[in-house]
């Protein structure tokens, strides 16, 4: 059974930095995507980026150029790289995995995903970031 735990979340000014990390734990496919979304309070959860087995990345929109996904494959580790931070990027950021992912499945997730749809198969508990005007 695959385990997500998030951690790196917090305060900070706009225009700063936070780096968020998720530790993967338990089974791990040949295939998969691994990303992270974010929710507002009153909103759909939204795909921020996707980063699959094969190394292919992507960002939505709002993200691109701003937001960094990388991993550890040693530590099993996943992270965002979030830079140039604004009030708007305020929301509760989760990773999330889908082991069962065919090509392109990381670009949907990260570009069109809003809350339903795809076949993530494990949630972290999610880490709270805050970005102040």
């Known amino acids: 059974q695959v385990q997500l735990v998030e951690s790196g979340g917090g305060s900070v000014q706009a225009g700063g930095s936070l780096t968020l990390s998720c530790a993967l734990s338990?089974?791990?496919?040949?295939?998969?995507?691994m990303g992270w979304f974010r929710q507002v309070p009153g909103k759909e959860r939204e795909g921020v980026a996707g980063l699959d087995s094969d190394g292919a990345i992507d960002y939505g929109d709002s993200v691109k150029g701003r937001f960094t996904i990388s991993r550890d494959n040693a530590k099993k580790t996943l992270y965002l790289q979030m830079d140039t931070l604004s009030p708007e990027d305020t929301a509760m950021y989760y990773c999330a995995a889908d082991l069962s992912a065919p090509p392109g499945t990381c670009a949907y997730y990260a570009r069109d995903y809003h809350g339903t749809g795809g076949s993530l198969d494990a949630w972290g508990q999610g880490t709270q970031v805050t970005v102040s005007s």
């Open positions: 338990g089974y791990t496919a040949r295939h998969y995507c």
